[in-house]
């Protein structure tokens, strides 16, 4: 594995290491699914925010709150903590200017969108056929 940070530092992962994949992290919320995951939350902050959420890790913890309160209304705030939504910062803040396509609605979504939204076109009246 490599940073996606400026340092390029590279590590093996081994039997040992925790590795957790970002599509299998969600964060809890308090409605009928328990949980949106992570993916989701990222879609909605670039929505949002198009890469600058104006927050760090550094951050107050309100404002850290509030920022997540925003995004997700219904997220846990007993089971999330703030190191989580540091985290999350972090991580979007870091995807956004190092890998912003990531972000982009896939191409076969864009096509199925604008067909959706294409004009129908009105049905001639019998009457006018003729």
Same mark, same amino acid.
């Given at each position: 594995m490599?940073?996606?940070?400026?340092?390029?530092k590279?590590m093996? &992962?081994?039997?040992?290491?925790?590795?957790?994949?970002?599509?299998?992290? #969600?964060?809890?919320?308090?409605?009928?699914e328990? =949980?949106?995951?992570?993916?989701?939350v990222?879609i909605?902050?670039?929505?949002e925010?198009?890469?600058?959420?104006?927050?760090?890790?550094?951050?107050?913890?309100d404002?850290?709150?509030?920022?997540l309160?925003?995004i997700?209304?219904d997220?846990?705030?007993?089971?999330v903590?703030v #190191?989580d939504?540091?985290?999350l910062?972090?991580?979007?803040?870091?995807l956004? &200017?190092k @890998?912003?396509e @990531?972000?982009?609605e896939p191409?076969e979504?864009?096509?199925e969108?604008?067909?959706?939204k &294409?004009?129908?076109k =009105? &049905?001639?009246?019998?009457?006018e056929?003729?």
């Amino acid at each position: 594995m490599e940073t996606l940070d400026d340092t390029k530092k590279k590590m093996i &992962a081994n039997m040992q290491s925790k590795v957790s994949i970002l599509s299998d992290i #969600s964060i809890y919320t308090t409605d009928e699914e328990g =949980a949106v995951p992570l993916k989701d939350v990222m879609i909605k902050i670039h929505k949002e925010f198009n890469g600058d959420t104006g927050l760090s890790s550094s951050s107050d913890s309100d404002e850290l709150k509030s920022f997540l309160k925003f995004i997700l209304p219904d997220y846990d705030e007993d089971r999330v903590y703030v #190191s989580d939504i540091k985290k999350l910062v972090t991580w979007y803040n870091l995807l956004s &200017a190092k @890998l912003p396509e @990531l972000f982009e609605e896939p191409k076969e979504e864009k096509a199925e969108k604008k067909v959706k939204k &294409a004009p129908k076109k =009105a &049905a001639k009246k019998p009457e006018e056929e003729e």
